[in-house]
Structures are given as structure tokens and as C-alpha cells.
């Protein structure tokens, strides 16, 4: 029963493809199908495995014409069963199809009676040699031909004889003109010579030239070759997603023809129409590829006399000395005449803040004047891309530049959703002839969402990199004998990464951390609510909002960046944080010395830090006092982008309890985004030495008892100051202070006093520390 319950899913499954093929004249999930091929056994289930892989053949013979693979896939079908009739019938078909080129190598010279006598010899022996490369190769194609049996060519019987007798008929006259050439040579050698022998070979060349083409013909239905020159609104609606950009582009193209139609009818417009445009979107939406298409629209309606799309960007058009620029500019635009210059992020032309010795503005000043000006205007156009919000800003900043480019010549090309994602991974499987599995696919997803972070994002490119790396993972990790489906289909683990795997579990470096047990409870209980939020999620049910945005009170060495490297990984492993990473850093990094260039810088390491953790130290220097500080304008950037990021972003405020006390209050934004407070108490006597022998165990080293008890009494008597620090600066001095005392003694080799720490070792160690020479 159950036997039977297996062979109906099997035959609905067959007949489901078999459907498919016949509907769609493809099979949409080519890797459902490879995968489930893969699971049949050469005996059990031959004759299904062979069909199967027979309708996976012809899928991909209709997607992308016949190749070598179709050509392999149908011989491992014929392996696995030598009865399969669709397998039989397409070989029979390539078979015939593939000896359309048997007559390319005949090919005679001119023959003319006019030639002198050294001329007419050359002429014979070129013809004599030709005749016999072709008999040679053409009567080995004809015995190859005879040999086929009926059942080779089941269906094409009448094709393969008409090509017996034509070859047949080829192989007669191409006798006769060798004989003929042979006489002709030697008359022209002799004393008496006759154009008997010339006339003979005219006709016979001539007969081979009518069979050519009656040879010819028998293979022009067949092909189903793409027109060179496809319609570039065909171009357009084939590509993946991008709606918005379809339809945005098929009005435009409909409005210029609509403006040529008036114009050819001898209507006037008296505002010229700008084919400048600018292109707006994110890296990998496929600007590049609009800006071709659009040179090509340009060019079918007579816009423009080429189709050619010149690209350039600031290193090639920004000089390095006076008059470079203007030169660079120049060349670029000359190239680009008739046709298109395509500047890919423009934005970057203009910087702020640039010094005198860049030259930003003058490429822009220069590309202007090109473009309106009496020698090159209206002979090129030009498009610039970039991301959109830095465009904007370039646009605005630059009022002769914007009034070349009107608004409704603006395109924004959106993200790629997930799902037109997971196509263009597909299809570049495919262009590689591969296919992907359902694990596979679940894996690219997976991929897409970790890498999908921040506006860097690039959504089609990054696709089409995983794919190449799963082609790599798949290639180097095979060895030995291969089956078919390892040169075929990539699976689930061709895609994971390894490298996003963790080395530890940070659930286990919390727990090693040395005292913060107060901090190490926080932390737990707020990972464990996160937990739970996320299986509320997972089920459908409504999540509390998560506050993860903390601030980390406690004197400098207490483990606060330690602590929030381990928070982030914790993140991570639930799912809330993509990368997990831990983005330090300081007032330095986020204000600078002049009006707007703050707000630049702290959206700078912001998108450094999505996905991941900002920790930022000693945060409250954010607000040092003094007229033209711009601390102010960071927290106020930072308010706002943590709003813009929501759980993308993670920030840790870490400082002294009174001081970031004052700093959240400065802000009410910045107070009401941080609900979560872990102090961090200064370390015990006996924490720091247990950090110590930590840290020294790290390089093999031991603390001996006496020293242990000096280190323990000086830090109970003793107010040093530095917490882990202080630890770990004490190992390196008493490490230096014993390596000296030993080699001052002659020690030669190790002994095992070289790994113990003496007293006297800290003695000198605590010596140096307090007299601040470290």
C-alpha cells in the first residue's frame, strides 16, 4: 500500500512537469526538478529518472536554444535508459543539425583565364589541395551518415537522406573538378594549352556552389536565433522587477515619439526638449543598465546618431594641476558626441569643504558650458547617477546644473524586493548553467537578509556574488568521481558561510567574564525578553517593543567595550542585529570644525555601525562647552537616525554616571530612546587578581603565592586606579621586570622559573606604575 501511495506522487509529480512543459514550453522550477531527479535510484526508478531529465533538457533547450548541456543532459538519459523516446528524437535532431557546417571549408579562389601563366598555376594547385581536404572530410561525414540506423533517426528520416544525397552529389563533382584542376595544371605546365580543362572546372565549381546552398537551406527553419538588434522597450520589460522604472520609461519613450511624429508633420515646439536625465537609486538597481537602454531609445527615434553610452567618474575628469580638468572634461565629452556621457556618482564632482587644490567644481563648471555652449551643445546628452539623497544635494548646490536637468527627467530606481532578489539569483545560476535547489533558494534569502543592512546595499550585484561564491564553494570542494547533478544544480550548503559562523558562543564569554555579576544578570534577562519577543513574532502574536539602545555608567577598565562586544554577538545570534558588530568611537569621529560637516561625519559612522553596535566612549565630550562647538548638531543627527535605523542600529553610551546624566538630558529625544542602565562597579582586590591570573595563563605564565599575596595587600592598601586595565598593565610590567631579572643571571634557556612571577617582579612592576613611566 505504501509502495503504491509512492508511485501515484511520483506519477503526479510527472505529470504535473510534464504539464508545465507542454503549457509553457518550460519548467519555471528547474532546481524542484533537478532535486527531485537527484533522489531517484538508477534501478528502482530508471525510466522515470530518464524522462524527467529529458523534460529538464528540453526546458532549458527552449529557455536558451540547443547547447552542449542539453546535448549532455540527453546522453545521460540515453545512459540511464537507452529506450527513452524524447532523448532518442532530440539526439537524432542534433545529430542531423550539427553537420550544417560540412561545406564551410570549400571555398575556391578566383579563376580567371586572364591571369598570367605563374598566376593560373598557383591558382590550380590552391584548387587541387582544396578538393582533396574536402573529399577526405566530406566521404568520413557521409560513412558516418550511412552508418546511422533507423532508430537514430527516428523522425528524421527524410532529413538525414536528403543530406546522403546532396553530400553524395558534393562528393561526385568535387571528384570531377579534382580531376579537372590535375589536367589544368598540367596544360598550363605544358607547351600546348587548352581551355577545355578551365571550362570544366567553372561548371563544376558552380554545381558545388548549388548544392551549397540547396545544403544550406535544409538548415535555415531550424534556427531560432535572437534579432542582433532587439527593440530596446523588449530589453526593458524583460528585466527583473523595476515596475515603477518600466512604466516610467515606456511614457517617456511614447512622449518623445509622440514629439518626433509632430515634428516630421512640421510642428514647431519652441522650449527644446532636455534628454538629459538623472538616475537615482542605490548601488546594483541597475542604473547602468537604464542609462544603455535609454542611449538606445535616443538613438531608434533619431534623438541622437549613436547608441553608445560613454561612462566616466571623478577620477577621470577631476585633474591634479590648473587646466587638467578642463582638458579631461573635454575629451570625455568628444568621446561622448552623438551619443551618451553617463557620470556614475556625480555627487562625488563636489565635495564639501574642498580646498583650492581640488577641482571638483571646475569639471562641473566645464561640463555645463560644453553642454550649452555653441560648439558642443544638443550633440551628446548626458546622465548622471548616484545614490538619491547625495544627488539631491549635489543638484541643489549647483543652480546651472539643475536648470539643464528638469525634474521630470529625474528616474529613481528602487530596491530589489527579496523576491526579485531570489529571481536575479536564479537567473545568474542559470547563466552559468546552473540551478538552484528549495535549500538552496531558502539560503540566498537568508544571505540577501544579512547582507541587506544599509544603503551600501547592492541588491543585484551582491546577488550575483553569492551566486559566484556558491559556484566556487560547489567547484573547490568536490573531489574524486563526480555525478551529473554536482556540475548542475547548487544546493544549500554551496551558499552558507562560513565565515558568519561565530568562534565562540557569546552566551559563554558573558558567563567567563570575572565578576559584573549584576551587569551579566541584565544582560542575560534582556537577551531572554528579545527571545521571546522574537517567538511571539515567529507565531503571529503582537511583540512589546525592544529597547535596546543602553547606557554603560563606570569608571574607565571596568569591561563596559568588552561587555558591548559581547552584547552585539548576543544580538546577533537572535536575530535582531544582521552583522553584530561593534563600531567604536569617540568625539573625533563624529564633529568637525565647520558648519555642516558634522551632521556628515556622524551619518558617516553611523552607516558604519548599522547592523551592529555604536559604542560610543566618553560620550558626553559630545557636548564640551564653547561658541562654535558642534557636539550639539551629533546629538541631534544621532536622535534622528537612530529613529530613521529602528532596530538596525544599536547604540551604547558609555561614561561617568554624573556626566552622561547631564548628557541625556540635554536632548529629550536622546533621554527617551535609552531605557536600559547597566553600571559597572569598580573591580575587587580579589577580581583583579583573578583577572590577572587570567591574563597571564593566556601566555603560559603562573603567579607564585608570594606574589599573589603582595599584589592582593597593595591593592587593598593602595589606590591605584584603572580597573582591567591596571590589571593587565601589571602582568606586561612584571613579564618585562622577570625577563630582565633572568637574563641579568645568565639564564640561557627555558627553565621552569621562566614561567613563574615573582614578588620581586610586581615590586618593580608597582614601582614603574607609580611612578607613571608605562
Same mark, same amino acid.
Given at each position: ?13 510527472l ?24 533522489t ?38 540515453? +545512459? ?14 542534433? #545529430? ?17 583565364e %586572364?591571369?598570367?601563366?605563374?598566376a ?12 582533396r ?9 557521409l560513412d ?25 552529389? @558534393? ?18 605546365s ?18 558545388l ?8 537551406n ?25 515596475? *515603477? ?23 514647431? *515646439? ?12 542605490n ?7 537604464? @542609462? ?7 538613438? /531608434? ?20 594641476y ?35 587644490n ?10 555645463? *558650458? ?11 546628452a ?10 539631491? /544635494? ?7 546644473? #539643475? ?13 530589489? %524586493? ?41 541588491? @543585484? ?11 566556487? +564553494? ?13 556540475y ?11 565565515e ?29 525578553f528579545?527571545h ?40 546577533k ?13 569617540? #568625539? ?19 552607516r ?23 557636539g550639539?548638531?551629533?546629538?541631534d ?46 573591580? %575587587? ?34 589606590s ?35 614561567f613563574r ?6 615590586? /618593580? ?6 611612578k607613571?613611566?608605562?
Amino acid at each position: 500500500m505504501k509502495q503504491q501511495r509512492k508511485l501515484s506522487e511520483e506519477n503526479q509529480l510527472l505529470h504535473k512537469w510534464e504539464h508545465e512543459l507542454t503549457l509553457n514550453g518550460y519548467i519555471r522550477d528547474e532546481g524542484a526538478l533537478l532535486t527531485y531527479i537527484k533522489t531517484l535510484s538508477d534501478e528502482q526508478n530508471r525510466k522515470e529518472k530518464a524522462e524527467l531529465l529529458a523534460l529538464a533538457a528540453l526546458s532549458r533547450s527552449y529557455q536558451n536554444g540547443h547547447d552542449t548541456v542539453v546535448t549532455s543532459w540527453m546522453e545521460e538519459v540515453l +545512459n540511464i535508459d537507452p529506450e527513452n523516446q524524447r532523448a532518442i528524437l532530440y539526439i537524432a535532431a542534433h #545529430r542531423w543539425k550539427g553537420m550544417e557546417e560540412v561545406f564551410n571549408k570549400l571555398s575556391f579562389p578566383p579563376l580567371r583565364e %586572364t591571369d598570367n601563366r605563374a598566376a593560373k598555376k598557383k591558382t590550380a594547385e590552391q584548387f587541387v589541395s582544396i578538393c582533396r581536404q574536402f573529399l577526405d572530410y566530406s566521404e568520413k561525414q557521409l560513412d558516418e551518415l550511412q552508418g546511422i540506423n533507423h532508430r537514430e533517426t527516428s523522425g528524421y528520416e527524410e532529413q538525414y537522406q536528403k543530406l546522403k544525397n546532396l553530400l553524395d552529389d @558534393a562528393i561526385k563533382e568535387a571528384t570531377s573538378l579534382l580531376k579537372a584542376a590535375e589536367e589544368y595544371e598540367e596544360s598550363i605546365s605544358g607547351v600546348f594549352h587548352t581551355s577545355v580543362h578551365y571550362e570544366e572546372m567553372k561548371l563544376r565549381v558552380k554545381h558545388l556552389e548549388e548544392i551549397k546552398v540547396l545544403w544550406k537551406n535544409e538548415f535555415l527553419y531550424s534556427k531560432n536565433e535572437a534579432p542582433e538588434n532587439e527593440d530596446p522597450l523588449v530589453e526593458l520589460n524583460k528585466l527583473i522587477g523595476l515596475s *515603477s522604472v518600466k512604466e516610467r520609461v515606456n511614457r517617456y519613450y511614447q512622449f518623445l515619439k509622440f514629439q518626433k511624429k509632430r515634428k516630421d508633420l512640421g510642428f514647431q *515646439s519652441k522650449d527644446a526638449l532636455s534628454f538629459n536625465m538623472i538616475l537615482t537609486g542605490n548601488p546594483g538597481t541597475g542604473k547602468t543598465t537604464i @542609462a544603455r537602454l535609454l542611449a538606445k531609445i535616443y538613438y /531608434q527615434l533619431g534623438v541622437l546618431p549613436r547608441a553608445e553610452v560613454i561612462e566616466a567618474d571623478r577620477s577621470q575628469l577631476v585633474g591634479a594641476y590648473v587646466g587638467q580638468t578642463e582638458e579631461n572634461v573635454r575629451k570625455m565629452v568628444e568621446r561622448a558626441l552623438g551619443g551618451v556621457l553617463f557620470i556614475d556618482e556625480a555627487y562625488s564632482l563636489k565635495r564639501e569643504g574642498q580646498s583650492g587644490n581640488d577641482y571638483g567644481q571646475t569639471a562641473i563648471d566645464t561640463l555645463v *558650458s560644453l553642454m550649452t555652449g555653441s560648439e558642443y551643445g544638443d550633440q551628446f546628452a548626458v546622465i548622471l547617477a548616484g545614490y538619491p539623497e547625495e544627488m539631491r /544635494q549635489f543638484l541643489d548646490s549647483n543652480p546651472g546644473l #539643475r536648470s539643464r536637468f528638469p525634474q521630470s527627467n529625474l528616474i529613481h530606481l528602487p530596491d530589489y %524586493t527579496d523576491e526579485e532578489l531570489l529571481q536575479i539569483g536564479e537567473k545568474a545560476a542559470a547563466d552559468n548553467d546552473f540551478a538552484l535547489s528549495e535549500g538552496a533558494k531558502t539560503e540566498l534569502l537568508g544571505r540577501i537578509e544579512q547582507e541587506r543592512v544599509d544603503d551600501t546595499f547592492g541588491n @543585484a550585484r551582491t546577488v550575483r556574488n553569492i551566486v559566484q561564491e556558491a559556484i566556487f +564553494n560547489k567547484g573547490s570542494q568536490q573531489e574524486g568521481e563526480l555525478d551529473f547533478f554536482s556540475y548542475s544544480l547548487l544546493e544549500k550548503e554551496d551558499f552558507i558561510n562560513e565565515e558568519q559562523q561565530p568562534t565562540k558562543d557569546a552566551q559563554e564569554q558573558l558567563n567567563k567574564l570575572i565578576g559584573l555579576e549584576n551587569v551579566k544578570n541584565e544582560v542575560r534577562s534582556l537577551i531572554s525578553f528579545v527571545h521571546m519577543q522574537q517567538l511571539r513574532r515567529d507565531k503571529g502574536l503582537p511583540a512589546v517593543p525592544i529597547q535596546l539602545h543602553s547606557v554603560f555608567t563606570g569608571n574607565p577598565g571596568t569591561g563596559k567595550t568588552t561587555v558591548a562586544k559581547i552584547y552585539a554577538e548576543l544580538l546577533k545570534e537572535c536575530g535582531i542585529l544582521k552583522r553584530g558588530h561593534l563600531m567604536i568611537g569617540s #568625539r573625533a569621529d563624529f564633529v568637525a570644525g565647520y558648519v555642516g560637516q558634522t551632521a556628515i561625519k556622524t551619518k558617516k559612522k553611523i552607516r558604519e555601525a548599522l547592523g551592529g553596535v555604536l559604542f560610543i566612549d566618553e560620550a558626553y565630550s559630545l557636548l564640551a562647552q564653547g561658541n562654535g562647538d558642534f557636539g550639539k548638531e551629533v546629538i541631534d543627527t544621532l536622535v534622528d537616525e537612530m529613529t530613521r535605523h529602528n532596530e538596525n542600529l544599536v547604540v551604547i553610551l558609555a561614561g561617568y554616571p554624573q556626566e552622561m546624566n547631564q548628557l541625556l538630558e540635554s536632548n529629550p529625544g536622546l533621554r527617551s530612546r535609552f531605557k536600559k542602565f547597566f553600571h559597572f562597579p569598580d573591580y %575587587t582586590a580579589t577580581e583583579l587578581l583573578e583577572i590577572m591570573e587570567d591574563y597571564a595563563g593566556n601566555y603560559q605564565y603562573q603567579l607564585t603565592t608570594e606574589a599573589k599575596d603582595f599584589i592582593y595587600t597593595s591593592l587593598e592598601t593602595t589606590s591605584l586606579g584603572g580597573n582591567g586595565r591596571l590589571a593587565a598593565n601589571l602582568i606586561n610590567e612584571a613579564i618585562q621586570a622577570q625577563a630582565f631579572r633572568l637574563m641579568e643571571d645568565g639564564m640561557s634557556d627555558l627553565t621552569e622559573e621562566a614561567f613563574r612571577l615573582d614578588k620581586q617582579d610586581f615590586e /618593580q612592576a608597582l614601582l614603574k606604575i607609580n611612578k607613571g613611566d608605562y
